[in-house]
DNA sequence: CTGAAAGCGCTTACAG
DNA sequence: CTGAAAGCGCTTACAG
């Protein structure tokens, strides 16, 4: 044989062994039409027989195809600023993964609004997207929403919390049992003897309330799984203005005086340090996300611990995963545990969000 | 302006800002000699002005260069095959990418030698690899061996036990004290009031001690963490021939009677469960890795747990994060934690390596 | 139904 | 010191 065959790989070589051009070869690659029964099935026999696999990068660079990733979280609310971390993370890999033909389609929802959230994903289904990033926080409605996507065969990816039994790609983010039970343990060394805890759900929606009681069950466990008797105090606030939540708050210290620790069970921490330090009542108070009012009480010592897991990077990450997979057909672990970071008044300079 | 030269775009387009050619500009950007001074800076500056990113797929796909990741792990040892599990995950790594220009060179030392291990780094460095993966195995000669790859620029990832401290890329494998705290939860199930346990550390080598220790202290810590008094006989055992760990076996257990489980830290428990089984004790026994002998060991209900930390997925992921950095320039975690999983005669059939 | 050619954004010889 | 051309392994029009 001519060194010259020998030397040919991929679609070449494909091309050659079956007699035909290399247009044929991609077009049987693809499951395009415009190829003779014959011609397909001898093709598909060579491709087989050499265990042809492609050059993904040089797919991806001939291709003129935009891929079209969906991202789909909360606008960034008026009472926390905490998902412009995620945007951030967001935009990071869209910077980064752009110039490879890869668009970044973003879509808000209001988080306190089921309609605003079915809206937008139906508007995102309509542009067809390649992969969604999704932030599942009306549990039902995401439900709806990646059945759907399972049918269209779209691959998606949670972000900031969890629906299990879906059949995504991967889930990005905290394990929030177990970061409850971090908190827990926080609990049990700071504090003593009888020495009381109020847990505080503050959120106006029932269905955000699944997350929330993860933590809160993780918290709980912590002090089963070790025979720690402990007074936990917990209250659910569906209002999230300060009024409400001082009302609530100083009618649960008054009832119970042997209160010395707070946890809030999410970013909302910042308005209970508000509230107690109208109250001047310097109890010792946890919470979670590295966001600006938070980082103030932390540094004005209002806020004594506050349990972050880098959202930027989760979104990131995120966005990164469903580009490997899409373009480069990579395998994705299905879980993604952010490392649960405890951020103080001492080391909070140091943190990389 | 005309049309045309707005729609250029990476080197083309600063080639064309420039007045030069475009293999110019691929000579600014590798810092290649060949350009006067003062092309130099004028090229510089427009890439600087473009904040010019490459097309990283298009760069590999275009460069003749083979990207050579070293390998350097035990070989397959007559007591254990525990190696071969890592050396099929390198493999399957290597399959993936070898259409990328990528060649995995392997390299082995013998795990009871350390002067095969030096002479093997040595080796290694002679071919001047683009990264290596390794298993830091003998500490103090990985210690001078990554020093060296650190002077030279080569990254490098560890697999199966951690080396802190070093300017390493990653570290992708178990985390060895929560395995350890792992077997103390199973353990403090399992055993009831004043039954003791037996911890063996079994190894020819100090060194490798480092890592079982790990393991010991975990186990120990749950201990201490949750109030729980419980008697732990340990002991370390230098020679891995069945006879003298039977010797061993036979005389610690005539001392103890209370001993109701047996903990080996490593994947040579199947020779503790030979042992028990001539020795007629039926005692809990729990231990290491997924190799064939254990597993054997377990159907035949001579083994009640191993705890398995998926080797091939390390050595997978290890060299995925190498190339995914050298050619994609993507950053990694610095540190992958592999799940920790119980393996039982139940379910092992299930288990994916 | 099929092929030949151009081009994706780079790198690599080669020629001057 | 510099440029023009070929080519990496694919995809994409276009022509027939």
Redesign the pocket.
Known sequence: MPKKEEQL????EIAMRA??????V??V??NR???????REKVKAIIKELDYQ??LL??R?????VIHIATLIPLVSKDTSYWSLPLQGIMRAEEEIKRYNIEVDKYFFDQDDKDSFVSQTRKTLRKKPDGVLLSPDFIEESVAFTNKCNQLGIPYVFIDSDIEAQNRLSYIGPDLYDSGYLVANLVSYVLRGREAVLVLNISQRTYKHHHLLKKEEGFRNYFKDNAIRKKIEKIDIRKGDNLSIEKEITSVLSRNKDIRLVFVTNSRVFIVAKCLKKLKKKLILIGFDFIEENIKALTEGDIDFLICQKPGEQAYKGIMSLYQHIVLNRQVDRMQFMPIDIITKENYQFYKN
């Open positions: 790989s991929g679609v070449k007699n035909v051009s290399i247009g044929t991609d077009r690659l693809h039409n415009g190829v003779s029964p014959k011609t492609p050059n040089a797919r660079l001939a291709s003129k195809k």
